[in-house]
């Protein structure tokens, strides 16, 4: 019901800045609550943060609190996340996704999913 494209992802030095943005079509987004998500090479997927349906509540992973920032724009059909002091550890492949139910921390709770974009930080 509801198409996700991620964008802004690239390559950046350590202690840089990206903004990855998720743009949606179809279902307008304010009925989903939303999240991004990231895995690394060989590694399990892993919750970055969330946002509710209004964007009035929003939790992050301890690894990228007070680094990351999540929001979302439902006019413009789209959410973003703003990433500040980058290290290489945050080197993944990014996916944003939809969950009609809610937002939360667990992957099984979202139901539509991006095809994801890399996010590469050099040391």
């Known amino acids: 019901q509801v198409h996700l494209v991620e964008s802004g992802g690239g390559l950046v030095q350590a202690g840089g800045s990206l903004r990855l943005s998720c743009a949606a079509s179809?279902?307008?987004?304010?009925?989903?609550?939303m999240g991004w998500f990231r895995q690394a090479p060989g590694k399990q997927r892993d919750f970055v943060a969330t946002?509710?349906?209004?964007?009035?509540?929003?939790y992050y992973a301890d690894s990228v609190k007070g680094r990351f920032t999540i929001s979302r724009d439902n006019a413009k059909s789209t959410m973003y996340l703003q990433m500040n002091s980058l290290k290489p550890e945050d080197t993944a492949v990014y996916y944003c996704?939809?969950?009609?139910?809610?937002?939360?921390?667990?992957?099984?709770?979202?139901?539509?999913w991006g095809q994801g974009t890399q996010v590469t930080v050099s040391s």
């Open positions: 179809g279902r307008t987004l304010s009925a989903y609550g």
């Open positions: 946002i509710s349906w209004s964007g009035g509540s929003t």
């Open positions: 996704a939809a969950s009609v139910t809610g937002s939360g921390t667990p992957a099984a709770l979202y139901n539509y």
